[in-house]
């Protein structure tokens, strides 16, 4: 199957129309003239190198093997039901040698090549900011040198400084995967890995999970920035309008719950947060009725918030009904403001 990197994720995991506006939160990518790969923004050109020699080499002997095919085909083929072979030629040692050395060669070469690119990403420079990013089904957090800030689902870089990531996965395999960027690496449960990268262009750039890890892999996506040095100073990872804690709550619920809970109803991994809060009679919001598991036992409760605290942190206490077999990931460490933000922004949903 084809597989469009320059297509939003999300639209396409929905299977939407090429036509319907893309979602704001994945940028459309210059291609170069061959729609190959997308424009390099990083230091790591050398994978380049390496793809295009190695697609020359295929349509190279792609072409080779099936003109000599074709030829034959015509040339060679039986006039008559009962014309005689027009060789019976079974053997040619100078032949077989040179197609088995001459591949050999480039295939050498080729591996040469990888082999030097896969060590080029892993040998962190000196003085490289380190960054971490986890990996957990379905979205990415960052974490930031010396900073106690997360970010989740969006990332920023300074221009021209080089990154290194550790990468950590809290549950299944995943890969860090940044076209743009020529990057590549599994995110291993139970052991650290690691990359490093240069950006060298401003703009917003993909990372995609690159390793099936369940249902929603295709919506494991993550926003990039590569900023200047002034704009990198703000800190835009901890902007949080506290005057509108919804809006704050939205990029959360887009960054870390979209993966497994709709707002329309539809049932995903996660029960829709359609319903969580209502308008009474008076258009006031309230809680709604929810069925819960507690301890396998069947209860209807009020949500309140502290239903919605309890089931952020430890959403094993009380199983939402219809969903009682599926797992949430716990976030036990998101900031307070954060889930505040979260339930303001749930509480805007009442009534639609
Ligand atoms: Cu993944």
Redesign the pocket.
């Known amino acids: 199957m084809f597989v469009n990197l320059f297509q939003d994720p999300v639209n396409a995991a929905q299977g939407v129309a090429e036509s319907v506006p893309q979602n704001p939160h994945a940028p459309a990518q210059t291609i170069d003239a061959w729609g190959q790969l997308p424009k390099l923004a990083s230091t790591f050109g050398d994978v380049d190198g390496l793809f295009y020699f190695t697609y020359a080499v295929c349509i190279f002997f792609f072409v080779l093997i099936f003109a000599a095919l074709l030829y034959s085909v015509i040339k060679w083929h039986r006039k008559t039901y009962d014309q005689p072979a027009a060789s019976n030629v079974t053997h040619n040692t100078p032949l077989e040698v040179v197609w088995t050395v001459i591949p050999l060669i480039i295939v050498m070469v080729m591996f040469a090549w990888g082999f030097k690119g896969s060590l080029d990403m892993t040998n962190v420079p000196h003085g490289a900011r380190q960054y971490k990013a986890t990996?957990k089904?379905?979205n990415w957090t960052f974490s930031y040198p010396n900073d106690p800030v997360q970010s989740y689902g969006e990332l920023w870089l300074e221009v021209g400084k080089p990154a290194s990531f550790l990468l950590e996965?809290t549950d299944?395999?995943?890969?860090f995967y940044m076209p743009s960027m020529r990057v590549k690496r599994d995110?291993v449960p139970g052991r650290y890995q690691k990359v490093w990268f240069q950006p060298i262009e401003k703009g917003e750039y993909h990372l995609f999970?690159?390793?099936?890890?369940?249902d929603d892999?295709s919506k494991?996506y993550a926003k990039v920035h590569v900023v200047d040095a002034v704009e990198y100073a703000k800190r835009p990872w901890d902007q949080w309008d506290d005057n509108n804690p919804a809006k704050g709550g939205e990029s959360r619920y887009k960054a870390l719950c979209s993966s497994c809970h709709s707002l329309d109803g539809t049932p995903l991994t996660g029960p829709s947060w359609k319903g969580l809060f209502v308008k009474d009679a008076s258009g006031a919001i309230v809680g709604g009725q929810r069925d819960v598991f507690v301890g396998g036992v069947k209860e209807t409760i009020t949500v309140d918030d502290a239903y919605i605290i309890e089931s952020i942190k430890n959403p094993e206490a009380k199983k939402a009904a219809g969903h009682e077999k599926n797992a949430m990931t716990a976030f036990p460490n998101l900031p307070d403001r954060e889930i505040h933000g979260i339930i303001e922004f749930m509480k805007t949903l009442a009534g639609k």
């Open positions: 990996a089904q379905w996965s299944v395999l995943h890969a995110v999970c690159a390793e099936y890890c369940g892999h494991m």
